[in-house]
């Protein structure tokens, strides 16, 4: 009987079929002839050439590769991409250990067949050839439509998003990002034409939520009332169509702090950033964090917060990412430096509170006395308690913040005031596709993306806002995008410069509504 000779064939089928298993949702179908096709090419050579050690590293490239891509589907239940890279080159020994103990799953198991196959595909070879007219005609045209297919892929800008197997995506895109990211430690302030547009006092409090899916809030329309505190107010401009243009915070947060946006994009080092105009325009900037100034989350984000006046990490218990979101560090701790910040004499300050917000742990982002919701008979129905629970908490905390500045506008009534909560992005909580986080493989949830997004403004700041023809309940429906969000905050700071495009500004007469809205995975975006 003769031997099975295609067994490297499904030793590169195995892991995304295996990926299609874990987790349909995340699996895209695309990646099988991906895989497919850049095995036609490193089995050039010995297709050629007939040499067996070409084979053997053909395929232990494939077998690699595979490996690494298979304990990532199986750990985190999608593939490899650059923000796991950045976790977990920011992890420490013990932190991997624990994290593993975690995540132990009976699916490791795979990994035993997995390198069974491994075995078998080195033992018994495929009799791949290059001899015949058929066999030529054949290996001719794979690897041409290969060729053909990168080559137009590279042109459109499309070949690392779409044709480059994903764990080797992963890596050059961390080598990018990270580059870009170091050079951005080293950028000084720049210096541009900027200066305040006003005589009045302003004071901007911008408020940076994480992870909130807003289909989770009672006043997004959600069964369970987790904002009430928020949904008392009867002074709060609740817009209904903003998102995000990415489904991370680093991604987000290098669009929305820039001059940068989906369509208009340079290196984060090289480009302005909204600390250069404030820095410009001498209006005093505070960046108060309760995120960890270590790891994916607050690597380059924490490298462009330095740019600010005043610098506050309250959350400094970590020694890497991994672990500051192991730990409870609660939201309300921001409001002590918060009030710091109020009772500075500055005549023009913005003022950033970034909050932990609803990011994994979910149980741990809130106190014991605002777990209200508890009732669940398994992991997913715990898991969508934990994570209401958080939307709670963060509904205290926002309603904390409008509250404390409330009183402030009575003691300083001539102060233009305004106060935006929003979040970096969204979370799929079991939304879509049955699946918990924020990771996406090919084409991103909407929940990934749909984002809440909240006006409070004194009454000094509503005069003025009115006497510019601006009308801001008539836009509680617009559609918006926070990669624009660089100018709206140069707008409510009353602001000169030439950084500033009125159409992009949500609180501007001139704001134009009408631009298609493209996320970080090349989709665009059309609400349902």
């Known amino acids: 009987m003769k031997p099975f000779r295609f067994w490297l064939f499904v030793l590169v089928l195995f892991v995304p079929l295996a990926g299609w298993c874990i987790n349909p949702g995340a699996f895209v179908p695309r990646m099988i002839l991906v895989q497919l096709m850049w095995t036609a090419l490193l089995l050039m050579p010995y297709v050629l050439f007939r040499k067996r050690f070409l084979y053997v590293t053909a395929a232990t490239l494939l077998f690699i590769d595979g490996l690494i891509n298979l304990f990532h589907w199986i750990i985190v239940k999608c593939p490899l991409n650059a923000s796991s890279i950045f976790i977990f080159s920011n992890t420490n020994f013990n932190e991997a250990s624990e994290f593993m103990t975690v995540k132990m799953t009976p699916l490791l198991l795979l990994l035993v067949p997995y390198v069974l196959v491994f075995v078998l595909t080195l033992r018994y070879p495929p009799r791949l050839a290059f001899r015949t007219k058929s066999e030529i005609f054949v290996w001719s045209a794979l690897w041409l439509f290969t060729v053909v297919v990168f080559t137009v892929n590279i042109i459109n800008g499309r070949f690392l998003r779409l044709w480059v197997p994903e764990v080797e995506r992963a890596v050059v895109s961390f080598y990018i990002e990270s580059k870009s990211y170091k050079n951005l430690k080293k950028r000084n302030l720049y210096t541009v034409d900027a200066k305040i547009d006003s005589p009045d006092s302003t004071l901007v409090v911008v408020v940076i939520g994480e992870s909130y899916n807003r289909n989770h809030a009672g006043i997004y329309g959600y069964h369970r009332q987790t904002t009430p505190r928020l949904a008392s107010h009867n002074d709060i401009l609740i817009f209904d169509d903003v998102i995000s243009a990415n489904s991370n915070t680093l991604g987000s947060v290098m669009l929305f702090l820039t001059e940068n946006n989906m369509n208009h994009q340079r290196p984060v080092d090289s480009c302005i950033h909204i600390f250069d105009v404030l820095h410009s325009a001498k209006c005093k900037s505070y960046w108060l964090s309760n995120q960890s100034p270590i790891g994916i989350w607050d690597n380059g984000v924490t490298n462009l917060a330095y740019n600010a006046d005043v610098v506050s990490f309250v959350n400094m218990m970590a020694s890497s990412s991994m672990e500051s979101t192991q730990m409870k560090s609660f939201d309300q701790k921001l409001i002590e430096p918060f009030v710091t910040a109020l009772s500075e004499k500055e005549k023009n300050k913005v003022v950033f509170l970034h909050l932990m917000g609803c990011h994994t742990e979910y149980q741990k982002r809130y106190p ?6 508890k009732d669940a008979k398994d992991k997913q129905g715990r898991t969508i308690n934990a994570y209401d629970n958080a939307i709670y ?136």
Request: hydrophobic letters at 35%; proline letters at 4%; charged letters at 25%.
């Open 393 to 528: 908490y963060n509904d205290f905390v926002i309603d904390s913040i409008i509250s404390l500045l409330k009183n402030y506008s009575q003691n300083h009534p001539d102060m233009r005031i305004s106060v935006l909560y929003f979040s970096d992005h969204g979370e799929n909580v079991y939304d879509e596709d049955d699946y918990c986080g924020h990771n996406y493989s090919d084409r991103i949830p909407h929940v990934n993306v749909e984002i809440p997004f909240i006006f409070w403004f004194s009454e000094s700041q509503i005069a003025f806002l009115q006497s510019e023809g601006v009308s801001l309940v008539q836009r509680l429906h617009t559609p918006y995008m926070i990669d624009d969000l660089f100018h709206t905050i140069i707008d409510l700071a009353s602001i000169k410069t030439s950084c500033f495009d009125s159409r992009r500004s949500v609180v501007n007469k001139d704001y134009d509504a009408s631009r298609k809205r493209m996320l970080e995975d090349g989709n665009y975006y059309i609400r349902q």
């Open 368 to 373: 014991p006395d605002f777990e209200i919701f």
